[in-house]
């Protein structure tokens, strides 16, 4: 029993390598599917923002001619790239869930269902009355127009009556897109006159950057010239408020004054007039120097004559302290002789 039982896979194991010798001898080379290209397909919901139908078809097709998919790998990938009502088409739809089902029965069920509703005339009121949105770039506002011209194109397999439809879609979006451009930007399109899209297009892209630099250097220039008058109004505020101090000064000390002459005068018993101010005045002032009064220390003759003498010859440099040596104990400085005289003379007079 075990003999004959590894005789017979002994037996089909030969025949196994005889199929694989087959095969290499054919020469088929090995086909890998390159299924990361699944990204590139977009997801579809058959809603009016999605992207067209056909188009969703064609990048179905183009990813799996470079991806080496068969027909089920492209019915398998579409299905799970559906959404929304998309998704609830093929789940309600029974002869796409048979096992004959192919990628064409899938096309058709799907092109039979969303199918385009409105009729050219709509397609062609859209294209005209196309306008740039508030926060829409030519680019984007162009990309918007060549959307509309494709649903206005004719649907044949005449390649003379293609081409005709195919000229003159370009010329109704060169018209819609120039019309329907806003702003600065417009008017020189319309100026210039363009002969395509794709010169219409560079125009508007040129005159928009134009428009963005200037309003960038008058923003720049703006500013400057607001921080440069802040600046210059901090320091006229600076140099008023300076003036304001030293007014005020000089205002607290004359308001001192006229104090100090109003206690003379009322001290004396006699009014103030513009005769007697100068006397007053000078009897308010007090001298730190000498202690004398009708000056100030800096206008001191005591003082005005000491600095007088020069200060730098040899025989005048030490002379205070000669004449502080050479004076007996008992014997008072001559400027305190003069001090006390003064206030002797003071008191005699009051």
């Not at 990361?36 to 078809?57: Q, R």
């Not at 039979?112 to 009729?119: G, L, V």
Request: charged content about 30%; proline content about 4%.
């Amino acid at each position: 029993m075990t003999d004959a039982r590894l005789q017979a896979e002994l037996a089909e194991s030969k025949i196994e390598i005889q199929r694989l010798r087959e095969r290499l001898s054919v020469g088929t080379p090995t086909v890998h599917k390159d299924l990361s290209l699944i990204s590139l397909v977009p997801k579809w919901s058959g809603l009016e923002s999605a992207v067209p139908l056909e188009e969703f078809f064609d990048s179905i097709e183009s990813s799996a001619q470079i991806g080496r998919w068969d027909e089920i790998d492209r019915l398998r990938i579409a299905t799970l790239r559906l959404t929304d009502a998309a998704k609830m088409f093929y789940n309600g739809c029974t002869e796409l869930h048979e096992e004959n089902a192919n990628w064409e029965d899938f096309k058709s069920a799907f092109r039979r269902r969303f199918r385009d509703i409105h009729s050219d005339q709509y397609h062609f009121m859209k294209l005209q009355t196309a306008r740039q949105g508030r926060n829409e770039s030519p680019q984007e506002f162009a990309d918007r127009c060549r959307g509309l011209a494709q649903k206005i194109m004719g649907k044949t397999d005449d390649p003379v009556a293609r081409r005709v439809h195919r000229e003159n879609a370009e010329r109704m979006l060169l018209a819609s897109f120039i019309s329907g451009l806003a702003g600065k930007v417009g008017k020189h399109v319309r100026y210039q006159s363009p002969r395509n899209l794709e010169q219409a297009l560079q125009i508007a892209l040129a005159v928009q950057e134009a428009e963005k630099k200037e309003k960038f250097n008058e923003s720049f220039y703006t500013r400057f010239e607001n921080s440069v008058r802040l600046v210059s109004r901090s320091h006229g505020q600076t140099y008023r408020e300076d003036g304001k101090s030293r007014h005020s000064a000089d205002a607290h000390a004359e308001s001192y004054v006229r104090g100090q002459h109003g206690k003379t005068s009322r001290r004396n018993g006699k009014p103030t007039t513009a005769g007697n101010r100068n006397a007053q005045t000078q009897a308010a002032l007090k001298c730190y120097e000498c202690d004398g009064i009708g000056h100030f220390a800096r206008e001191c003759p005591t003082r005005l004559r000491r600095e007088a003498k020069p200060s730098y010859s040899p025989g005048n440099r030490d002379t205070r302290q000669r004449s502080r040596h050479s004076r007996s104990p008992d014997e008072k400085p001559p400027y305190v002789t003069e001090r006390e005289t003064r206030k002797e003379t003071k008191n005699q007079g009051n």
